[in-house]
């Protein structure tokens, strides 16, 4: 039996198929938001005044006497006082358990030296308990004045006990001191892993920073944490998400254990943010023996897609790209470890996608994405055409010729704006004014037909989506010194941008159809702002606020007035 969940004339309608329900028991909504400037992301309806949700789903959208007729004496109303409402944020880039615990780890962003780094360390190991170690940081040594790496002598004589690993912010490289390098062991005679560096002292002595897989050198030696810190970290970063307008993530190389503790909060009622989780594509087997295809699972938590890495970042030097670097030309950057060889990338990425799974895969460096497009062009050949999104995540540096092929292969770009204006000023002393052309070229990308998704890659950027929207739309850099926009012709409008934040971004995760508009029959996933952004200038976009988050139907956050 088909009936309308309740009757607003000339509204859109959802005909809800309940087999529950009786002919004249018509629901009223569990929710209504009204008075709204509602941006809808539906061509056909882009603006709306109130919307209603039964349940976790929208069942009208239009003027406030169309919704109206949704209310009955149940229902809650929220009053939005002509305030902007947007469709829930949908992050396609996470690493949300390692961005969560960033949120009570060693906070390293901003320190201008080397002496205030080190202070900050031992500020944050003296409220440790005895063998526990100093993890987070997100140091950047282009905030030093002078900009240099820090090394293990910086911070020994304040952490001679207390092992210290802190990463650079984009987390390619890491400092480790030397307790730390003591339990993993690492001398001057150590071998750096193939797609990693030991970077030593013109003694060859470690000086203390490990570059991409060298890293894992330490990483493995560093206990886990218990179940119980695991959950306790990831309410932290649901609640820190929620405040930020975000009704979904796309959860890039989780571990299996962040996967049980999300669906443990879900069974318990306490997930408030959707996850489709990408485990590593070495560990492609697991998921493809259980039979597990791509978005396979609930609205809430889903499986199906892999993270690859093929190169490291511009900021470590370990992008992979055509040429040398400028500011170092001993380097064109490093394949990843995962990449080593190519061939061995390729039959794992053949399987995989045979079995049905989503690849997603890093790439920054312009040969690095070449040598992606050309193993996906091989997958294809193989495998044969079929409806399978592949990803290349961060998409930095393309090689001209590789936008067509881009768009022929129907890959989506998943982007990063935040990175652009951070990145942006020093980048084109590390690539050259020529590669930088097209260099976090969003606006090239679209007009080739290529699908944007957008994300932060919070931990290495703020989670917050409105400076992310800022810069996709100003291109300003962080400091101030490109007001008119770096590379300005990318720009893309504030439209597109949050269009490929919610409905490019569902796309990419498979779930257009439940979600990424503010249209009957999707799931209630919105914000109420407290500006409007398209009314405003949009240098301005970066300072708003999310004032109300609704995921699903269900207020998961309130801002204090
Ligand atoms: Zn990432």
């Known amino acids: 039996m088909i009936l309308p969940a309740c009757a607003p004339p000339g509204a859109f309608l959802l005909a809800l198929a309940a087999a529950t329900l009786v002919a004249d028991a018509r629901p009223a909504a569990d929710l209504l938001v009204t008075n709204a400037r509602i941006w809808t992301g539906d061509p056909a309806r882009p603006e709306a005044e109130a919307l209603a949700a039964l349940g976790e789903r929208i069942v009208a959208v239009g003027s406030r006497d169309e919704v109206e007729t949704c209310r009955g004496p149940k229902t809650r109303v929220i009053d939005a006082g002509g305030r902007r409402v947007l469709p829930g944020f949908d992050d396609s880039h996470v690493h949300f358990v390692d961005g969560s615990a960033k949120l009570a780890q060693v906070q390293l962003k901003d320190a201008r030296s080397p002496a205030e780094f080190a202070r900050r360390i031992a500020d944050h190991a003296r409220t440790l308990t005895k063998g526990e170690w100093v993890l987070g940081g997100t140091w950047d040594d282009q905030a030093f004045a002078p900009p240099r790496l820090p090394t293990r002598q910086d911070v020994d004589a304040l952490t001679p006990?207390?092992?210290?690993?802190?990463?650079?912010?984009?987390?390619?490289?890491?400092?480790?001191?030397?307790?730390?390098?003591?339990?993993?062991?690492?001398?001057?005679?150590?071998?750096?892993?193939?797609?990693?560096?030991?970077?030593?002292?013109?003694?060859?002595?470690?000086?203390?920073?490990?570059?991409?897989?060298?890293?894992?050198?330490?990483?493995?030696?560093?206990?886990?944490p218990s179940r119980e810190s695991r959950l306790r970290t990831i309410r932290e970063g649901l609640r820190h998400a929620a405040s930020l307008g975000?009704?979904?993530?796309?959860?890039?190389?989780?571990?299996?254990?962040?996967?049980?503790?999300?669906?443990?909060?879900?069974?318990?009622?306490?997930?408030?943010?959707?996850?489709?989780?990408?485990?590593?594509?070495?560990?492609?087997?697991?998921?493809?023996?259980?039979?597990?295809?791509?978005?396979?699972?609930?609205?809430?938590?889903?499986l199906g897609a892999l993270k690859g890495y093929a190169d490291g970042s511009l900021g470590s030097t370990t992008a992979y790209f055509f040429e040398p670097y400028r500011d170092d030309p001993t380097t064109s950057g490093l394949l990843s470890d995962e990449m080593q060889p190519v061939e061995a990338m390729r039959e794992r990425l053949v399987k995989a996608d045979a079995a049905g799974l989503q690849l997603c895969i890093h790439a920054i460096g312009d040969r690095a994405i070449s040598i992606v497009l050309d193993l996906f062009e091989d997958v294809l050949k193989v495998n044969g055409p079929r409806d399978r999104r592949w990803r290349i995540e961060h998409a930095q540096h393309l090689a001209p010729g590789d936008f067509p092929r881009f768009a022929r292969l129907g890959v989506i770009a998943s982007v990063q704006p935040y990175h652009a204006i951070d990145d942006g000023r020093w980048a084109e002393s590390r690539i050259g004014p020529q590669r930088a052309k097209t260099t976090y070229a969003f606006r090239t990308l679209l007009d080739a037909g290529v699908r944007l998704a957008l994300g932060t890659d919070w931990y290495?950027?703020?989670?917050?989506?409105?400076?992310?929207?800022?810069?996709?739309?100003?291109?300003?850099?962080?400091?101030?010194?490109?007001?008119?926009?770096?590379?300005?012709?990318?720009?893309?409008?504030?439209?597109?941008?949050?269009?490929?934040?919610?409905?490019?971004?569902?796309?990419?995760?498979?779930?257009?159809?439940?979600?990424?508009?503010?249209?009957?029959?999707?799931?209630?996933?919105?914000?109420?702002?407290?500006?409007?952004?398209?009314?405003?200038?949009?240098?301005?976009?970066?300072?708003?606020?999310?004032?109300?988050?609704?995921?699903?139907?269900?207020?998961?956050?309130?801002?204090?007035?």
């Open 460 to 561: 290495v950027a703020p989670l917050d989506p409105m400076p992310t929207l800022y810069a996709a739309v100003t291109r300003a850099t962080l400091d101030g010194r490109n007001p008119g926009g770096w590379m300005p012709e990318q720009k893309i409008t504030l439209n597109e941008a949050i269009g490929a934040y919610t409905a490019g971004a569902a796309y990419a995760e498979f779930q257009e159809q439940d979600k990424g508009t503010l249209t009957p029959g999707k799931l209630a996933d919105l914000v109420l702002l407290s500006e409007d952004v398209f009314a405003i200038r949009p240098e301005r976009i970066r300072d708003v606020k999310v004032v109300t988050t609704i995921a699903g139907g269900r207020v998961v956050f309130e801002r204090e007035r």
């Open 246 to 302: 975000l009704t979904s993530v796309q959860d890039m190389n989780p571990s299996y254990a962040d996967v049980a503790a999300y669906a443990e909060l879900l069974e318990r009622g306490e997930l408030t943010l959707r996850v489709y989780a990408a485990p590593m594509e070495t560990q492609w087997e697991d998921q493809a023996r259980i039979g597990l295809r791509r978005a396979f699972g609930s609205p809430w938590l889903r």
């Open 161 to 224: 006990e207390t092992p210290v690993f802190v990463e650079r912010y984009d987390g390619h490289m890491a400092l480790a001191n030397g307790a730390a390098l003591q339990r993993a062991g690492i001398t001057r005679e150590t071998a750096a892993p193939p797609g990693g560096e030991i970077v030593r002292d013109p003694r060859g002595e470690p000086t203390g920073i490990l570059k991409d897989a060298a890293m894992g050198l330490v990483y493995r030696v560093i206990p886990p």
